[in-house]
């Protein structure tokens, strides 16, 4: 089967599309709260969000401290170990 003139065109079409366009493919979003999402994008890789729309206050409706990653947590711990090291002296 002949490939017509309008079958050549859109190829070359898409050719040059390629070489001006950064490569725009399917890629996951992942939250710290457990969400996965697919989405695409230019970007090379999944992308590792701490906040997304399964997990914010503003979509759940709830008032909540946001530490999903662990931050305020991390943050506590550091000041009760020197708390507990200037009770000892
Ligand atoms: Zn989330």
Do not use: N, W
């Not at 939250?31 to 970007?43: D, K, L, Q």
């Not at 090379?44 to 969000?49: A, C, L, P, Q």
Request: aromatic letters at 6%; a positive charge; hydrophobic letters at 35%.
């Amino acid at each position: 089967m002949a490939k017509t003139a309008k079958e050549k065109e859109t190829k070359a079409a898409a050719a040059s599309k390629e070489t001006v366009h950064p490569a725009y493919g399917p890629i996951h979003v992942k939250c710290a709260c457990g969400t996965t999402f697919a989405t695409r994008s230019t970007h090379k890789g999944d992308i590792h969000v701490e906040i997304c729309s399964a997990c914010h206050p503003f979509f759940t409706g709830k008032q909540k401290l946001v530490d999903t990653a662990g931050r305020v947590e991390r943050f506590r711990r550091k000041f009760a170990k020197s708390d507990a090291a200037q009770a000892t002296k």
